[in-house]
């Protein structure tokens, strides 16, 4: 019913940038949480950020303040995921989630939506 498909990942020097996207599409709710979610080689998958799709509150893990930007476009059904500065440790398979709720959702249990993940991989 709910399909989220991200796109946008590869490979990049350290100090560079990428931008994630994660397209929603399926079935229409009036409010949606949107997040990102990250799950470097064998660890646990991690929390990187949050946004309401409807507003503009959002919130992120210490881990990438003030490198990572999230942001959305509503009439693309799309949230993005603007990475700078990056460093090896950022190397990952990044997913997108949602929940029809508003609000902002850090922990993996509180979404209902998640896509298949993009693979990230920082050089150093």
């Known amino acids: 019913q709910v399909r989220l498909v991200e796109s946008g990942g590869g490979l990049v020097q350290a100090g560079g940038s990428l931008r994630l996207s994660c397209v929603w599409s399926?079935?229409?709710?009036?409010?949606?949480?949107m997040g990102w979610f990250r799950q470097p080689p064998r660890k646990e998958r991690e929390f990187v950020s949050a946004i309401i799709w409807s507003g503009s509150s959002t919130y992120y893990a210490d881990s990438v303040k003030g490198r990572f930007t999230i942001s959305r476009d509503s009439a693309k059904n799309t949230v993005y995921l603007q990475m700078n500065s990056m460093k090896h440790e950022d190397t990952a398979v990044y997913y997108c989630a949602s929940k029809n709720v508003r609000g902002i959702l850090t922990t993996t249990a509180e979404y209902n939506y998640w896509g298949q993940g993009t693979q990230v991989t920082v050089s150093s």
């Open positions: 399926g079935r229409t709710f009036s409010r949606y949480a």
